[in-house]
């Protein structure tokens, strides 16, 4: 139980740069010795390596990399992670900043492999901060918005990272954008107070920072003796150096300078406990030479050297050749994934072509087949047709009539079966046949975009594409563009063949017969729909029908008054859709009994009715 509270704690803890010390370092290493799963004592040195980064930073080395390595040996990637995480950031702590920021971006790069979203948000912190000591705040400010979209992202803004990211992102905007600072510090404030979380006392002083800057000397003393409260009960030597170096420069302003000494020596004092070197030590020596420029310049020259040698050390040439070594192999990492990304999604491209040429070959085949069955259909019906005039002439006179009535009636079938698989047929290859033209127009128009694209492109590798062989390259599109353009050429040529089928489908046998009107109606009505609907993507209409159950049987030619009913109601949709456009558009001019913004739906209605 007291391994899985510690893991908890540890989730609760590590994940960014300040949290209270929840249990001491000896209840760590005690259960830490009795710990018997290895990925608990992982997270039991994280966390003791963690609680030593403000006190004794080569303790915490030692443990992140007892962590680092017990996690390799058994193969938790996890804990791995974390471990090189708080290596990092005890690194940056004691002045290392090329090596803290290797590991941060080792651990960014695995983190996003493996998808681990926490780890991610920990290691984009760390390197922000660490550009953030190196004064890039464009760059820091980039990793702090990219943690805190992916914090929005996973829902955790309701805890400790979400809340102190806030507060990194207002930090870049100190030097040049006080308004965005004070923004983005109170935007923080509000999510502690929000969560119940314990306020950081660094947010306190950064508060009172923004109203020293603005002259508002009430108010930044008051932020600033809040800050003191809320590090009462913390260890943390950082923000102890921050607040009291930030007190000695208040005191300073207001002409107080014996109690701005006193704070100015806490304030190094508390960046000396840190580790030899880091930047505060820099900050506090800085301001120390100030103060006694005037009244003692040994002191003053003392104080000089001491944040002169602290700043050599930290931010001296080879620190900073190896930190723009270690910044361009990242960026290199970077390109080289976004150059994988494009030639993946170029392959997609490749793939969903072959797929629409495979699908047009597919239909080429099944529309051949179906040709040739008609064809065969075709002569056999000749054939019999033959064979039966043929035994017609045989018969004797006195049956010749009945003979020639039945052949016809027979032939009137056929025929009339004949239309209705024609038209079966071109429904179902209308639709698909209409795709492969309309992507084949579309396939010649990409085609042009391309090649105007390669035509503006650079020839040299400079953001622009290297073409080594450019008349090979448009000799390629060339033939593309020409492919593309015989399959429209004959796929339009397929489609009017369809047009012709239907055409010879809906031919009229001349023959009246008694016929449904109520459902020959409601046919012609659907196909109307639909028939709009396959030429028309956004048409859309309601349609309902009345028809009157007594309607007796008429006799009628169905295929003439089918002709008619299709051009009706094919007006009536084609008119309530345009007075639909015309109100979306607000060109229609409404009558005095409807509202100008009423919602006017589409609708045709149909109904039969039996009168005198």
């Known amino acids: 139980m007291k391994i899985l509270i510690l893991i908890f704690l540890f989730t609760l803890t590590c994940s960014f740069d300040f949290a209270q010390s929840l249990l001491d370092i000896d209840s760590l290493k005690h259960e830490l010795a009795i710990a018997k799963q290895d990925t608990s004592r992982v997270q039991l040195l994280v966390l003791i390596s963690y609680n030593y980064r403000t006190g004794n930073v080569d303790s915490s080395l030692y443990y992140g990399q007892k962590a680092m390595d017990l996690a390799s040996k058994i193969d938790f990637l996890n804990g791995k992670i974390q471990a090189m995480n708080r290596i990092a950031l005890s690194y940056r702590i004691s002045g290392n900043l090329s090596k803290a920021l290797e590991l941060s971006f080792r651990s960014l790069q695995i983190a996003e492999n493996h998808l681990f979203e926490e780890e991610v948000i920990e290691a984009l912190t760390n390197i922000g901060s660490l550009y953030s000591e190196l004064g890039d705040y464009s760059k820091a400010l980039n990793y702090f918005k990219k943690a805190e979209s992916i914090i929005e992202k ?55 920072n923004v109203q020293f800057k603005i002259g508002n000397m009430p108010l930044a003393l008051s932020y600033y003796e809040k800050s003191i409260q809320a590090l009462n009960k913390t260890n943390n030597h950082h923000y102890s150096s921050d607040i009291f170096l930030a007190l000695s420069k ?72 190896a930190i723009q070594t270690i910044v361009l192999q990242e960026e290199e990492r970077k390109k080289e994934i976004e150059d994988n990304h494009i030639k993946y999604q170029n392959q997609l491209k490749q793939y969903g072509l072959l797929a629409g040429l495979a699908f047009f070959l597919i239909i080429s085949i099944i529309f051949y087949r179906n040709n040739q069955n008609e064809k065969k259909a075709k002569q056999i019906l000749q054939e019999k047709n033959e064979e039966i005039n043929q035994k017609s002439k045989l018969l004797e006179n006195s049956l010749e009539t009945l003979k020639s009535t039945q052949a016809q009636l027979i032939q009137s079938e056929k025929l009339a079966s004949l239309g209705e698989l024609t038209a079966g047929i071109a429904h179902e290859i209308q639709n698909p046949l209409n795709f492969v033209n309309n992507f084949s127009e579309l396939s010649v128009d990409l085609v042009k975009d391309l090649k105007e694209e390669i035509e503006k492109s650079p020839l040299t590798p400079k953001g622009g594409i290297i073409i080594e062989d450019k008349a090979y390259f448009d000799e390629l599109f060339d033939d593309l563009s020409q492919n593309q353009e015989k399959i429209n050429h004959h796929g339009k040529r397929a489609s009017s063949i369809v047009k012709g089928m239907l055409e010879h489908s809906r031919a009229s046998t001349g023959v009246r017969e008694l016929t449904d009107i109520n459902k020959l109606a409601d046919e012609y009505l659907r196909l109307s729909y639909h028939g709009l609907r396959a030429k028309d993507n956004s048409f859309n209409a309601d349609f309902s029908t009345d028809f009157d159950e007594n309607l007796p049987k008429i006799e009628v030619i169905p295929q003439d008054i089918g002709r008619v009913l299709l051009n009706l109601i094919n007006n009536a949709f084609y008119a309530v859709n345009e007075r639909a456009h015309q109100i979306r558009s607000g060109n229609f001019q409404s009558s005095p009994n409807v509202a100008a913004s009423e919602t006017y739906t589409p609708s045709v209605f149909v109904s039969t009715e039996q009168i005198d």
């Open 154 to 208: 996973t829902n955790r803004t309701a805890n400790v990272g979400y809340c102190f990211n806030l507060m990194n992102i207002g930090n870049q905007f100190v030097t040049n954008h006080l308004d965005s600072a004070e923004y983005y510090f109170q935007k923080s404030l509000q999510a502690y107070q929000k969560n119940k979380i314990r306020v950081h006392p660094g947010l306190y002083e950064k508060l009172g």
């Open 250 to 321: 208040y005191y300073y302003k207001v002409n107080q300078p014996d109690s701005c000494l006193y704070y100015a020596q806490k304030a190094l004092d508390e960046a000396q406990l840190i580790s030899s070197k880091n930047k505060r030590i820099i900050w506090a020596a800085t301001h120390l030479s100030n103060i006694y420029e005037k009244t003692n310049t040994d002191e003053a020259f003392r104080y000089y050297k001491i944040a002169v040698e602290t700043k050599d050390s930290i931010y001296g040439s080879s620190s900073l050749e």
